[in-house]
């Protein structure tokens, strides 16, 4: 087996194990809405939020470096 496979079955074993710990209801206050879902999933959909937040400002960064100067 290669080290990242390896790395990457730890990492799911990982993830796999924080979602069971975490499995107990929360409620989520936006604005006027209030949400009920498991503490993983709000620490999942946060996450990925972010993740694609960042992508985008990233893409944004390198458009600008990209354009010629007028």
């Known amino acids: 087996m290669s080290v990242k496979l390896i790395a990457i079955i730890v990492l799911l074993m990982l993830l796999l194990i924080f979602a069971i710990q975490n499995i107990q209801p929360i409620v989520l206050n936006f604005l006027f809405w209030k949400i009920s879902t ?33």
């Open 38 to 70: 498991s503490s993983v999933v709000s620490i999942l959909v946060s996450f990925v939020i972010g993740l694609l937040t960042g992508c985008l400002l990233m893409m944004i960064g390198r458009m600008k470096k990209k354009s010629p100067m007028s």
